[in-house]
């Protein structure tokens, strides 16, 4: 069975430009949450998408936004980037979300903001 | 407020010895509370899961202890490798409408030596 995949798997961007990462989850799994991780503040939630409905979200700026597709794909949006959104984006898919679902991440997007 | 701290920040440790890693959280209520490996630049990968009312778990060389009524968990690992060199999360699951929050720890990074 694949794992998850995640697209592009390093990116360069500058400020005030928008990005947008990619994630596919495990064949099967309807649960993908998003998070960011910086070497100071470690992992932190962003979002969770299941069924296509976001149904948690983290303490994030409007700036970020998720969406899933019909097939469970789901993709990160990051307008007017800052140099602090530079971090390593990690998604990570379960079959439904719920406790005691193990996730299961990808390898994660290296986003630098120059 | 909801907390996961781990100790030590980082850890240096001569291969074939052992070592103890620690998790100590004040999230309530409690769900269930899991350990991840990450190597460097991957996703992390899940080592255990135990609900609240389980004391202990393992997977091959990895041994986690929980102790609900301290709030504190530990991932033991017997007998390093140089493998196991990585950084140890331990994350807390919290109920949520519909859902589960995450609360991650930020991380102890493991150097075994040869």
């Known amino acids: 069975k694949a794992g998850v995949t995640q697209t592009p798997r390093y990116l360069i961007k500058t400020r005030g430009q928008q990005v947008t990462l990619s994630c596919s989850p495990i064949s099967g799994h309807r649960s993908v949450s998003w998070y960011q991780q910086t070497p100071g503040q470690g992992l932190q939630f962003l979002f969770e998408y299941f069924s296509e409905t976001q149904r948690n979200k983290g303490n994030f700026p409007g700036r970020f936004s998720g969406r899933q597709f019909s097939n469970s794909r789901s993709e990160m949006n990051v307008s007017t980037l800052e140099l602090g959104d530079s971090a390593l984006y990690l998604c990570?898919?379960?079959?439904?979300?719920?406790?005691?679902?193990?996730?299961?991440f990808g390898p994660g997007t290296r986003l630098t903001v120059l | 407020k909801n907390q996961v701290e781990q100790s030590p920040q980082s850890l240096i440790i001569l291969e074939g010895k052992n070592c103890t890693l620690q998790?100590?959280?004040?999230?309530?209520?409690?769900?269930?509370l899991r350990w991840y490996k990450q190597d460097t630049g991957r996703g992390p990968v899940s080592l255990t899961i135990m609900t609240f009312s389980e004391n202990t778990k393992s997977n091959g060389r990895y041994t986690a202890t929980l102790d609900a009524d301290t709030k504190q968990s530990s991932l033991h690992i017997t007998a390093s490798q140089l493998s196991d060199s990585a950084s140890y999360i331990c994350v807390v699951s919290v109920p949520y409408p519909g859902t589960y929050k995450y609360i991650f720890g930020t991380g102890t990074r493991l150097k075994v030596l040869a």
């Open positions: 998790c100590n959280y004040t999230v309530s209520p409690f769900s269930n």
């Open positions: 990570a898919s379960s079959y439904s979300g719920g406790a005691p679902d193990t996730q299961y």
